[in-house]
């Protein structure tokens, strides 16, 4: 008599196990390079969602991954930059507003007049880029110096995320896979976080 297959993975775990198999699919790629540019101009969703899987199922392309997301990140930002400068008024407002970040996106205005090196550095934080990018368009800052900063920042962060999957890949990947939905929460939080910290810090 055969034994019992063991039970397929439901929820959360099924669609981890799905994104695991697709992490080096023709189509990964694009689709890590989509969240990237997407993240940095419109979208609240990290590229850390497509990053993490695909470096863990292929840890020797990690720096290479980071350098594909950075890549797309500081595109993305560049379509953030020119939403905040040209389109403010309609789609920049807009998103402001489907964010809730009216009232620190006036903070961020004020600040860069003082700070908008240090400003930039919020591309390593969790705070959305998004915003960012938008403000730096709106603000005028000077559009070169805007791109040199953000592949500094965002390839930092970028960097780092896979660095520590390279080194620590065997350990991270056990531990998402036996707690699952506190990893998914935890992740949703620092999500959630980083737009709260908005309304705290500005």
């Known amino acids: ?7 397929a993975p439901r929820g959360l775990r099924r669609l981890y ?10 189509h990964a790629w694009a689709g890590l390079a989509a969240f990237a540019f997407a993240e940095s101009s419109f979208f609240p969703i990290p590229a850390d969602v497509m990053l993490v899987p695909m470096v863990l199922a292929n840890r ?10 950075t890549l797309f990140s500081v595109l993305g930002g560049a379509l953030g930059y020119m939403i905040g400068a040209v389109f403010f008024d309609t789609i920049g407002t807009w998103l402001i507003k489907t964010y809730g ?9 004020v600040a860069y007049a003082k700070y908008g090196y240090w400003i930039m550095v919020q ?16 603000a005028g800052f ?11 920042t965002r390839g930092l962060r970028y960097t780092l995320v896979s660095s ?3 080194f620590f890949g065997a350990p991270v990947q056990a531990v998402i896979e036996k707690y699952m939905e506190i ?16 309304h705290y810090i500005f």
């Open 60 to 69: 020797r392309r990690a720096y290479w991954l980071a350098a594909w997301c």
């Open 123 to 138: 591309g390593l934080t969790p705070i959305p880029y998004k915003l960012v990018t938008i403000a730096s368009g709106f």
């Open 17 to 26: 196990a799905w994104m695991m198999r697709n992490a080096q699919g023709p």
């Open 183 to 198: 990893a998914l929460i935890g992740f949703l939080v620092l999500v959630v976080l980083g737009f709260v910290a908005v």
């Open 101 to 109: 970040l009216g009232a620190a996106f006036a903070g961020f205005r």
């Open 142 to 152: 000077n559009f070169a110096l805007f791109m040199a900063l953000s592949t500094v």
């Open 164 to 166: 520590l999957l390279y």
């Open 1 to 7: 008599m055969s034994e019992p297959s063991e039970a």
